[in-house]
Every structure is written in structure tokens, then in C-alpha cells.
């Protein structure tokens, strides 16, 4: 097995940034219905599940799924399996991803979710790499930006689907 990647982020400082963005969240969100999170898998599980349980308001939970990197590189298309329990319908969502790179992803899950008809959409992202957009998107609420790194950890994997349970974001030194 390779050896550990390098820590980008530690986990107390990954911890803060979540606090802080599900505050923003709480803040900004119309309080008159719960807030339905919609997560996409699985590299946002674990930052959506530590995101979900520092928000002091009513929500409920549906997952999503998409698929656009094939190895470490960015295929140019996405895949998705979007199958909601919840209907979206006059609901205030907050779409959650692990990383913004090239955009394809939530632009497209954006499109997707739009065309349900819920009164708001936000999206939520841990990390963000402006340096590799190709689709003009940004999110509304970002917890870091980084350099233009494959990072693994806290939710993401690499080729081999490993190391997702690292807590903390690392990447291999070149
Ligand atoms: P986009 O569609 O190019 O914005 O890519 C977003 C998706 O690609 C994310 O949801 C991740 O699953 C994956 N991805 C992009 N960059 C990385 C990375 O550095 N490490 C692991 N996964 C990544
Ligand atoms: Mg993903």
C-alpha cells in the first residue's frame, strides 16, 4: 500500500470550517420549511455527515450519485443516478459535494435538481480548485480553497477507491 499522503488539511482545522459554513448555513436559510440536504456520494458522506450534525435546524437528508473522474483525471462527462425519496418541490435544498474542480458535476446536479421545483438551491462544497474550472459555477458556500493537487481523504479516494477514511485531506508529494 502506498504510503500516508501528506496532510493539506488537519482535522481540527477541517472541523472549524464545518462549524463555520453550517452556521452560514443555519443563517441564511428561509426557516419556513426544514431544510432538505441533498448529498452526493459518495465523496461528500463523510463532510455532509459532520456538517448535518453542527446544523441547529430542522432537515432532512437524500443522497445522490455521480460519477466524472476516471482515475485521476476528469473524464469531460457525467454520470448520474439521481433517485429522490424526498420531493424537492417548494423545498429550500442545499446540494452538497466534496470538491469543485472542473464544475461539471454540480452544474449538471444543479440543472438536474432545478427541473423538481424546490423554492431555493445552494450549493455546498468542502474544497474548491478554481484553477481547473471549465464550467462557469461557483459555489455558494466553499470551505477552502487549494492548489491544483489530487487530494484523498475526509470523504475522497483515490484510483483504487482508497483512502476515503483518512481524517484528515492529504495528497502525495510529487
Ligand atoms: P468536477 O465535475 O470536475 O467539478 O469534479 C468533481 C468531482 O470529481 C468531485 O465530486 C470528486 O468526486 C472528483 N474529484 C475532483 N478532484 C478530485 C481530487 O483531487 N481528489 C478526489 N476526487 C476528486
Ligand atoms: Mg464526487
Redesign the pocket.
Known amino acids: 500500500m502506498n504510503k500516508a499522503p501528506e496532510p493539506l488539511l488537519p482535522p481540527d482545522v477541517i472541523a472549524r470550517r464545518v462549524a463555520e459554513l453550517a452556521g452560514r448555513i443555519a443563517e441564511d436559510v428561509p426557516k419556513d420549511a426544514p431544510l432538505e440536504m441533498v448529498v ?1 456520494a ?3 458522506l463523510v463532510f455532509a455527515a459532520d456538517l448535518m450534525r453542527a446544523l441547529p435546524i430542522p432537515m432532512t437528508l437524500d443522497v445522490v450519485f ?4 476516471y482515475g ?1 483525471e ?1 473524464s469531460g462527462s ?1 454520470s448520474t443516478e439521481v433517485s429522490l425519496r424526498n420531493s424537492l418541490k417548494g423545498r429550500h435544498v442545499v446540494l452538497i ?12 446536479l444543479v440543472k438536474e435538481l432545478s427541473a423538481s421545483g424546490p423554492a431555493s438551491l445552494k450549493t455546498c ?1 468542502l ?1 474548491d ?1 478554481p484553477s ?4 462557469g459555477i461557483e459555489a455558494d458556500y466553499a470551505g477552502f480553497t ?1 492548489p491544483d ?4 481523504g475526509y470523504g ?3 484510483v483504487d477507491g482508497l483512502w476515503r477514511n483518512l481524517p484528515y485531506v492529504g ?1 502525495f508529494k510529487k
Open positions: 452526493v459518495c465523496g461528500a455521480a460519477k466524472s473522474y485521476r476528469s457525467v459535494d466534496d470538491i469543485l474542480d472542473s464544475g461539471r458535476t454540480l452544474s449538471t462544497v474544497l480548485k481547473r474550472r471549465a464550467v487549494i493537487e489530487f487530494v484523498v475522497l479516494d483515490d495528497f
